[in-house]
């Protein structure tokens, strides 16, 4: 598996734990001026978990 998702370009976790475990490492770490990814999602191209910034809605379209 590589580090990236070919389609989105996003960083690829196995799982939706583990990808929670890294948006909460996220959220422990002050980011000035970043906008935060707020969830993590399954992705329909490679089947590994993401994480975004966007609301469900935007994601979907
Ligand atoms: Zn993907």
């Known amino acids: 598996m590589s580090a ?3 389609v989105t370009g996003k960083a690829r976790y196995r799982s939706e ?5 890294v948006l909460g490492s996220i959220w422990a770490t002050p980011h000035p001026g970043r906008r935060l990814e707020r969830r993590a999602y399954q992705c329909p191209y490679c089947g590994s978990w993401h994480l975004t910034s ?8």
């Not at 734990?17 to 475990?21: F, I, K, Q, V």
């Not at 966007?54 to 379209?61: F, I």
């Open 4 to 6: 990236r998702c070919p």
């Open 17 to 21: 734990s583990r990808a929670d475990e």
């Open 54 to 61: 966007k609301p469900p809605l935007e994601e979907a379209s």
